[in-house]
């Protein structure tokens, strides 16, 4: 078979260098390999389950992939995601999520945990610019998609704060200009952590333009809330788990549909309930284990003398003795699992002694 092959390569080499020069013949072989690649690939994806390709993981153009229990509206199937777990892109490129009629930009997306970053794009305005913090609203999460995570501060943000009639330390928190009811940004915004007891209640008397509250991560930043702001922070989403169905080789889904309406694992042959492969089935049980009652019958049946003869042998001539206290018999008779124990115990315990009369005979007596 090798030499088949390498028969093949030497009539393939020696046909391509015929048409083409050699300096240009490794582009052609590699154009060549490239074509097959792509017609290997379009051929497999031919026979995979259409669900499966369909929740490719896609992008935005900037920013993490988008995959269960998120999906891009416009670019990935519902299927392909969670319900309500839908997405927009920005025209920045990254993906956008609605919050209860907030919208966030996505920074990260962490599957290990279930949990995203966000941020809101009021608070990121475009670098060389002298663009003024909007007024947004306060920062409502909802019961049910998302939760905030844990170790995260609260802050309050002050519109409408005249600089030159509050103390220096509130200056030290500005984090932008405040557009006024004129259009005018001739005033500040201030954030304050929720901690910052004394300076919100003043902010609260010399700001006119209302404050709102919104979260920050509790990551090392000295403070400085602006920065907190541009990092956003972290919320937990709650959707069926996929990491059986992603470690299997499939791509999670969701079918709305009526009659099924339940959590999907897309696999390159079919739709699977939970995962692609199909855990291997329970051995069957071993063989019973002995029971101590299931002992045999040979200690009750083999009842020998000190010198190693039977009673069979002993009592041979002694069938019409009439002294005989007790006669034996050697025939085994099918007992329940007790009276076999009994007979063990009996056979074993058995000693007997003979005594021999004045008249010469034999007697057998038995002692237990």
């Not at 003398?305 to 009673?311: I, Q």
Request: net charge neutral; glycine share 8%; charged share 20%.
């Amino acid at each position: 078979m090798s030499m088949i092959k390498t028969t093949l390569s030497s009539i393939l080499l020696k046909f391509l260098s015929s048409w083409f020069p050699l300096s240009h013949l490794h582009i052609v072989v590699i154009t060549i390999m490239f074509l097959v690649h792509i017609q290997i690939k379009q051929s497999l994806s031919s026979i995979m389950d259409p669900n499966f390709t369909a929740c490719e993981p896609v992008n935005c153009g900037q920013g993490p992939n988008i995959s269960y229990p998120f999906y891009i509206t416009g670019k990935q199937k519902p299927l392909c995601g969670y319900p309500g777990f839908d997405l927009t892109c920005a025209t920045n490129g990254f993906p956008i999520l609605d919050l209860i009629n907030n919208q966030y930009i996505i920074q990260q997306i962490f599957y290990n945990n279930n949990s995203i970053r966000v941020s809101n794009p009021a608070f990121s305005p475009p670098k060389n610019s002298h663009q003024c913090i909007l007024p947004t609203q306060n920062l409502t999460v909802g019961k049910y998609r998302f939760r905030l995570a844990p170790k995260q501060r609260k802050v309050f943000l002050f519109y409408g704060c005249d600089l030159t009639k509050l103390p220096e330390e509130m200056k030290e928190r500005r984090i932008g200009c405040s557009v006024d009811g004129n259009g005018t940004s001739n005033s500040s915004v201030v954030g304050l952590y929720e901690e910052d007891t004394n300076l919100r209640r003043l902010a609260e008397e010399k700001c006119r333009g209302g404050w709102v509250n919104t979260t920050v991560g509790d990551d090392d930043l000295g403070g400085n809330v602006r920065e907190g702001l541009l990092k956003g922070f972290v919320l937990n989403w709650n959707a069926s788990n996929c990491s059986t169905c992603s470690n299997s080789g499939g791509r999670c889904g969701f079918d709305t549909s009526s009659a099924v309406y339940a959590f999907r694992c897309f696999c390159p042959d079919r739709v699977h309930a939970a995962q692609c492969t199909t855990p291997p089935p329970l051995p069957p049980p071993g063989p019973r284990q002995p029971d101590d009652n299931d002992e045999g019958d040979d200690d009750s049946s083999d009842d020998s003398d000190d010198n190693g003869n039977s009673d069979d042998a002993n009592d041979s001539g002694d069938d019409d003795d009439s002294g005989s206290m007790v006669t034996m018999t050697t025939e085994k008779k099918k007992t329940p699992i007790i009276e076999k124990k009994i007979a063990a115990t009996i056979g074993t315990a058995r000693r007997k002694t003979k005594k021999r009369c004045n008249t010469g005979r034999w007697s057998t007596f038995e002692y237990i």
